[in-house]
Structure formats: structure tokens, C-alpha cells
């Protein structure tokens, strides 16, 4: 597939957004968030990333820190086109700016970047009615703060860190397994899907959803493994099968 610029695209891409889930019915599973040096360049990032789409994957997250904003927003455009048939959608990280232009589903938010409530206003203001938002949080306290948002700001949050991850090497103080299932019982309580990120592994899974988790991201549990189909397809299996299970339902 040959690079294109986030201009070329826009227009076109911003329209098929209308095609995915609607924003506040999209529960994920299995969500994957990319690390362009783990995928071995921004190729490796599309490839990793439809293969992750086509077995598994509820939605796929664009992180690189070290891009320069036009090679974000070309990855990203880029990203937009080879997931479009698959009807997964990609949420790019911090950057609402190239999550706009590039016609991506929507953003994820730290606690240091722009404020939900900020970037609500400013997709609503150009008809991005459909926009997903997503939020990080590492403490109880971070949670309850979206009560004191405007209803509808937050569509997700990712609790974590599970444990301490290479990818995030500034991230809080690792939760382990008690503080994850302390943060999960307080994100239920706010209504809030709530995802647990940080390390996760596939042997991880079902502590987590025995803790309370409905979800998980993935980093290195996807990207830059020999096989990324085969690792979504692992990973999607022994999450559905823990969730069947703790539902007390067939797997």
C-alpha cells in the first residue's frame, strides 16, 4: 500500500466512520494499541494492525510518540484505509488534531493531554457527533472525576498500568492484580467500559476478568510476535472463553 498524506484522505474516511459501531455501544474486547518500533517500522504497524482487525480485534489504537505530526498523520490516514474494510475502528493517541484529519473514529486521552471535556467540544463543533473518546487512569480518584463531566464526554477508559511495560516506561506505579479489580468495581459503579492495559499478557487474562475486567489492551502481546494473527486470534479465545466462564456460561 503506498503512504498517502492525512489531506488526501479525509475527506473519504471521515464519511465510512459513520459505517462503524456507534460510539457509545462499542464494548471492546480485545483492544490493540500499536508501537511502531515493536512492528518494525509504520509498515509493520498497518500490517500488524489488519492482521489484528481481521482476527480478533474490536478496535486498534495508533501510538508513536516519536512520529513527527506528518508522519503520524500519513501513518494514520494510511491505518484509516486499510481498516475501513473490516469495520474496525482506529482511535489514534494524545493527538486529537491528527485523529480529526485523518478521518480516525477518535482519540485516547493521558492525564496530562487535552482535557475530555475540551475535546468533546471541539469534535462536536465539526460534526463529529460519532466520536469516540477514550481516557486514562491509574487511580480511583481519576475515575470518579467523570462523574463531574458532561454526561456523554467519556466513551471508555483504560485502567492501568497492570504491570510496569518497556512500551510505557514513564507510566504510574504498576496496580497488579488487586488494584486492577479495585479500579474495575469503581469504573462499573460510573458506568463507564473500562479496559486494563499494562503488560498484559495472554496468561494474564483470566485473573483479570476473574477480577471484574470485560476487557483488555495489548501492546507486546501482539506487537512485534512472530505470528500477530495467530497471537489476536490466542488472545481473543482465552478471553472469551474466561468471560464465558465467569458468566457461567458454555465456553
Not at 474516511?13 to 457509545?24: E, I
Not at 479500579?183 to 487474562?205: C, N, Y
Not at 476478568?209 to 479465545?237: F, H, K, M, Y
Amino acid at each position: 500500500m503506498t503512504p498517502r498524506t492525512a489531506t488526501t484522505t479525509t475527506t473519504s474516511t471521515a464519511t465510512s466512520q459513520a459505517a462503524l459501531p456507534d460510539r457509545r455501544s462499542l464494548r471492546p474486547r480485545l483492544y490493540l494499541v500499536t508501537d511502531t518500533h515493536l512492528c518494525g517500522g509504520p509498515r509493520g504497524v498497518v500490517e500488524t494492525a489488519l492482521a489484528a482487525a481481521k482476527h480478533g480485534a474490536d478496535i486498534v489504537q495508533l501510538r508513536d510518540h516519536d512520529a513527527t505530526t506528518r508522519e503520524l498523520a500519513a501513518l494514520a490516514a494510511e491505518l484509516v484505509e486499510a481498516l475501513e474494510p473490516t469495520g474496525v475502528p482506529l482511535v489514534i493517541d494524545d493527538r486529537l488534531d491528527v485523529a480529526l484529519a485523518a478521518g480516525a473514529a477518535g482519540v485516547h486521552l493521558g492525564q496530562s493531554d487535552l482535557d475530555p471535556v475540551a475535546a468533546r467540544r471541539i469534535a462536536e463543533a465539526l460534526g463529529r457527533h460519532d466520536f469516540h473518546i477514550g481516557w486514562s487512569v491509574s487511580r480511583a480518584d481519576e475515575i470518579r472525576a467523570v462523574d463531574a463531566m458532561p454526561p456523554g464526554t467519556l466513551d471508555l477508559i483504560g485502567i492501568g498500568p497492570y504491570r510496569a511495560t518497556p512500551t510505557k516506561p514513564n507510566a504510574p506505579e504498576p496496580l497488579g492484580a488487586d488494584g486492577v479489580g479495585a479500579l474495575v468495581s469503581v469504573a462499573r459503579a460510573g458506568g463507564v467500559p473500562a479496559v486494563v492495559i499494562g503488560g498484559v499478557k495472554q496468561a494474564d487474562v483470566g485473573g483479570l476478568v476473574r477480577e471484574g475486567a470485560r476487557g483488555v489492551a495489548v501492546v507486546s502481546a501482539i506487537c512485534g510476535q512472530p505470528d500477530p494473527a495467530s497471537a489476536t486470534r490466542d488472545l481473543r479465545v482465552a478471553l472469551d472463553e474466561a468471560l464465558a466462564r465467569d458468566a457461567g456460561e458454555p465456553a
